[in-house]
């Protein structure tokens, strides 16, 4: 019962001034538990917490909040994600008090990807509110006890407030103003999709900066290690608002056979040095997704070990 009484341990070590450090994990394609158990094995220790996606790239998972709940019951921290598109307004509201009475005490608010992406592409779609509208919705029903139609909440639930950021969609110019619209509609943290044109980021970061909006919500720089030339490659070409620098790709190649998940795992340990000294940045969000075993290691020779305790 000690979950249900907790606060957010991210939080508090975002509050603290640490540098934080949270992981990724996606539920499994089915109601077998042994592999995400065996996964979230290697992130115990290490992480401060961990993301549950939403049927990310609009496949069908084990819902997040039931893999969230498995996560309590291993001893670890959930993120709970959820997204716009495969609910409405009663739903959303329904599996936010739903989580939290379960102990769950940090949310990411995401649109979702199309679902004509995903292995169900006849889907219809919901979005009956859009990601900005349910960041200012968990923040009414936290801070106000309310309901989206004013009702009162027997029991608010005191969640800490997650978004998302892409630095590098177009148009550029846009992206800080979109994430400040964020911060302003409740986001307390945000983490940024896989960054790996440095020096766009930084050009990126430069505006957050200049904006203030670093001191007013924590910046988590999201880093996601690669394996190999054709992964750099396809998160080049295929995945939108992906910026992969041929240069990289020039690393990697020249990395040679057998080498180049070792030089991609270099390269991110090398971000996460430099993230550690950038103005701004609050800690790494580390999406490692089927390579969670590699997650202890990286941790290790970034120096992000030990994790620390607060209270």
Known sequence: MNNLKAGSNLEKVLRAGHFAFTGECGPPKGANVAHLKEKIAHLKGIVDAVNITDNQTAVVRMSSWAASTLLIQEGLEPNFQMVCRDRNRLAIQSDILGVYAMGVRNMLCLSGDHQT???HPQAKNVYDIDSMQLIALVKKMRDEGKFMNDEEIDGAPKLFIGAASNPFADPFEFRVHRLGMKIASGADFIQTQCIYNMEKFRAFMKM????????????????????????AQYMAKSVPGMDVPESLIKRLRDAGKGKVAEEGIKFAIEQIQEFKEMKGIAGIHLMAIEWEHKVPEIAERAGLLPRPKVA
């Open 208 to 231: 957050v900066v200049d904006m203030g909006l670093h001191e007013k919500a924590y910046i988590l720089a999201g880093v996601t290690p690669m394996k190999s030339v054709g992964m």
């Open 117 to 119: 992406f995903g292995n």
